[in-house]
């Protein structure tokens, strides 16, 4: 977008006519909390300025578009339900413009953080940063903005909060659909229910019947609804079923010029297996190899997975997940952007509102697990991944193909072998389906083509934390505090529930009230002379009570129990804290199944029979440090603070695991064998990181603590920088980069080729020096178990001249001497790793744990800070191992 464009859309936000006499600007805190007086800007006025603005972009509106920003500035409800490609993000542009002009308070609502974080930077690069705002629940920026995005639980924990009085005016909630899911539906509903005083923009492209939801918006919120649905795309798409091998479909659609193809699997292993399967296909001309190479440049592939993606994007082939690390998925959405990745192997997630441009889907299967069985899509999910075909402004249609299962491709491959012969027909032995196949053919394509999707059901919940915010609601601005009983009454009776649901949600909130009051969270007076009782709550929520990580309260709890002294206080604090984050699942069943693996060997050598080995394999699982500790404490902690209860506390050892294993994330995602899930370990990394700086008291941050933090962030930034910076120079800008440049520095990240290049390593020189220390410490831990191949093959990768001959000899003498070798919490300290700064080069030693505590022993190293700074990494190169 240009100067120009940009200063004509903040021109209309800030238009106000001379003739009405009222102040220019957008409120920041919106109608709602009684910070503006405007009266509503002029509809026809509003629609003709923000037409202006699409025209100076070179953009026409289509019908649905003009239909539904005409009752958006006349300040209807719009159920916008039209398929992909129709313009909705423009509809949702218009309704920030319309609310801004008319000072009042806008949120946007999406599933997912990923698209949070993507409607945020577009929304500051269309409106400025100071106009815009984001909470995502662990991290907040420019929280007092009149326009917010954040996830739907945000929207619904505000809204219970603060009832009908919320800070809120209009409310854009994307992918509605959401609404009927069974674990999250609730956050969609809860808005509608108990914000009166808002106007509702619900955006999707699968609704189904809407009617019922139109008259019960309009009931609620005393506005007309209006609806627009039943569009005709802008781009048709064309649908067909095949029954070729999955490599000729994709060599057809090639050729008969259908690129961009998305092909669709349901699982990220198979998309992965059938990019390096496609990769033996000619996807790509040399000259367009050529351009592919000049657009990465010297992009950084730093990971195991990033490697085999290079050599995928440079045939042009793209591959696209949630698994994937962020800077990978945001590379190929670029690429793809630029037309230079004709064929994409990703899973249905493509389908939730990213923004990748391609031309044909092709569905590799009909069926998906969802968890609990393998079943066949539903038509929502299908038109949700079939409406991604077809680019308006550059395809004339689209194409959505269907892909037969093996086994029918397979005897399709014979019938069309026998030709026209009888003989050779009958002969044929067709190939039934595999074993637990769930049905599918094209009978189900062409159903899931004419079906509509599914009527929304509704998926109501109640929790302590829920009944918290209600009650914990202070008196609002035109009088007092409303009556909890009556208003959570109202909240279970008053939602789109069958009666026998909502009786079993007032159980469940009675039974919840009760818990509150037993732990005297909750008082409750006598009753009135008229038989009214009053509640409140004895304890001050947080003002972000249910926002952020809701067991941080436990965790600040729990780290009073552990003793400074401890020579692994650090690593118990940061155990106390990964029992309070999510659990990456990928990475727990790694390390369950090879701790199972390890307790078969064992048994096996004790002569356990086989009946009693798969009996004590049951009650193994993962790692659990100080679950024994914690699990009491947690329970203690509930008995006071039963809203606890709604989370589940999960010891175990992720950053703990990685950092005692003295590994680098590469090592770690490689013993595990987690390369299709590092985007995943590496957000948890984030998440235990910023919840670290966060949530422990700087009192309890020792210097080991401090170490170890710091060595975690500088981990997370040298693999994907784009997890930390952002949000830091966005959270942070006069650490980062000046205010004034706040606007620049977002347009650098909206409008880049590519994901930027971490900084430095060695520029935080504590967190390197960490780094330094996990290198050798590596080595001691190796040294310790005689396994000197693997110690040779660490020379051989840091390019030092040390060989495993040299550590062989080298420890034959050291153990001559003791029989042990430490690798506990002393081995690891601080002091045993000494430091000589040179030019360019660190000296640097790492001396042993001897049992007899001479420190004698250790290995002498360089450090060359020109090669880590390159790599991202130390490049540590051993000198010797000696005895001084």
């Known amino acids: ?182 674990e999250r539906g609730w956050a969609w509903q809860v808005p509608l229910l108990t914000l009166p005083r808002v106007q509702f923009i619900l955006m999707s492209a699968t609704l189904g019947d809407v009617s019922w939801l139109s008259k019960d918006l309009t009931k609620r919120t005393n506005r007309e609804t209006a609806v627009v649905t039943g569009v005709e795309r802008p781009v048709p798409l064309n649908y067909y079923y095949a029954t070729t091998p999955v490599h000729e479909t994709v060599e057809d659609l090639l050729k008969t010029a259908q690129a961009p193809i998305y092909v669709v699997h349901f699982s990220q292993l198979a998309a992965l297996e059938r990019a390096q399967a496609l990769s033996s296909v000619k996807i790509v001309s040399r000259e367009q190899r050529d351009e592919i190479a000049d657009a990465i440049g010297d992009f950084r592939f730093t990971t195991n997975f990033g490697r085999t993606l290079s050599r995928l994007i440079r045939a042009g082939i793209g591959v696209h997940h949630a698994g994937m690390l962020p800077k990978y998925r945001r590379l190929v959405e670029q690429l793809a952007q630029r037309g230079l990745l004709r064929v994409i192997c990703g899973t249905d997630t493509l389908g939730v509102g990213i923004n990748v441009p391609i031309r044909t889907v092709l569905l590799t299967a009909l069926t998906k697990f969802d968890g609990t069985r393998m079943r066949q899509l539903t038509a929502r999910e299908f038109h949700q991944v079939a409406g991604r075909a077809g680019r308006a402004g550059f395809d004339t249609a689209g194409t959505v193909v269907c892909q037969a299962p093996e086994h029918e491709t397979e005897n399709a491959r014979l019938v069309a072998k026998a030709g026209d012969d009888p003989k050779k027909i009958k002969r044929i032995v067709k190939k039934r389906a595999p074993e637990g196949f769930v049905s599918w053919g094209e009978p189900s394509f062409n159903r899931l083509i004419a079906a509509e999707p599914e009527t929304l059901t509704s998926s109501m919940q109640i929790n302590h934390a829920m009944l918290l915010n209600i009650i914990g609601r202070g008196p609002g601005p035109e009088g007092p505090q409303p009556d909890p009983f009556s208003e ?41 002379q008229n038989g009214r009782v009053s509640i409140r709550l004895t ?175 500088e981990l997370v930034r040298q693999v994907d920088s784009s997890l930390l910076d952002e949000w830091e120079e966005l959270t942070n800008p006069t650490e980062v980069q000046g205010e004034a440049d706040l606007v620049t520095g977002v347009a650098r990240r909206v409008t880049a080729v590519l994901p930027p290049a971490p900084h430095s390593v060695v520029s935080n020189l504590r967190a390197f020096r960490i780094l330094v220390r996990n290198e050798l410490f590596r080595r001691v831990q190796l040294a310790a178990l005689d396994k000197i191949d693997e110690l040779g093959e660490l020379e051989t990768a840091s390019g030092s001249g040390f060989t495993a001959e040299g550590w062989a000899d080298a420890l034959d003498e050291y153990f001559s001497e003791y029989d042990h070798l430490g690798t506990g919490a002393a081995a690891r300290s601080a002091s045993m790793l000494s430091v000589t700064e040179q030019p360019g080069v660190w000296l640097v030693r790492q001396t042993f744990d001897d049992p007899e505590g001479d420190h004698d022993w250790g290995i002498d190293a360089e450090v060359d800070l020109v090669a880590s700074a390159e790599q991202g990494i130390a490049v540590v190169r051993v000198l010797g191992v000696t005895s001084h």
Not at 151 to 173: F, K, S
Not at 654 to 683: C, H, P, Q, W
């Open 539 to 713: 304890v001050d929520l947080q003002p972000n009570f249910a926002l952020n990580q809701p067991l941080s309260p436990f965790a600040l709890a729990a780290f009073e129990l552990l003793n400074l002294e401890d020579p692994t206080y650090a690593l118990d604090m940061i155990s106390v804290l990964e029992a309070t984050l999510d659990d990456p699942r990928p990475v727990l069943s790694a390390q369950q199944f090879q701790a199972k693996g390890e307790a078969v060997a064992a048994m096996k050598a004790e002569g356990i029979e086989y009946d009693q080995r798969m009996e004590l394999l049951e009650q193994i699982t993962h790692p659990k440090p100080l679950e024994e500790l914690l699990d009491a404490a947690f329970e203690i902690y509930k008995a006071s603070q039963p809203w606890v209860g709604d989370f589940e506390l999960s010891p175990k050892t992720v950053v703990r695991d990685m950092y005692e294993r003295a590994m680098t994330f590469n090592d770690y995602i490689g013993y595990y064998k987690l390369n299709r899930s590092e985007g995943l370990v590496l957000r948890y990394f984030s998440d235990a990181f910023r919840a670290a700086r966060a949530t422990i008291p700087d009192e309890s941050k020792t210097e080991d603590l401090l170490d170890l933090i710091e060595w975690l962030g």
């Open 1 to 182: 977008m240009t100067d120009a464009q940009l200063d004509s859309l903040v021109s209309l936000v800030n238009y106000v006519p001379e003739t009405d006499g009222r102040a220019s600007g957008a409120g920041a805190s919106g109608a709602a909390s009684g910070a503006t007086n405007r009266q509503p800007a002029d509809p026809d006025v509003l629609f003709e300025r923000f037409t202006e603005y699409t025209a100076s972009r070179g953009l026409t509106l289509y019908p649905a578009q003009e239909e539904a920003i005409i009752e958006i500035v006349s300040g209807a409800n719009v159920i916008l339900s039209t398929p992909t490609g129709t313009g909705k993000s423009l509809v949702a542009v218009a309704a920030h413009f319309a609310a801004l002009a008319d000072g009042r308070r806008t949120f946007y609502t999406a599933p997912i953080k990923a698209l949070v974080s993507e409607k945020f930077f577009a929304l500051v690069e269309i409106f400025g940063p100071t106009n815009v705002g984001m909470v995502t629940g662990d991290s907040s920026v420019n929280a007092d903005a009149p326009i917010i995005c954040c996830t739907a639980e945000i929207l619904a924990n505000i809204a219970l909060r603060h009832g009908a009085d919320a800070p809120v005016d209009q409310v854009v909630m994307d992918e509605f659909h959401f609404y009927s899911d069974p």
């Open 488 to 528: 959570t009454r109202k909240l279970l009776e008053d939602n789109h529930e069958p009666r026998s649901r909502q009786l079993e949600l007032e159980r469940q909130a009675l039974a919840i009230y009760r818990t509150l009051r037993t732990a005297g969270i909750v008082e409750q007076s006598e009753p009135d």
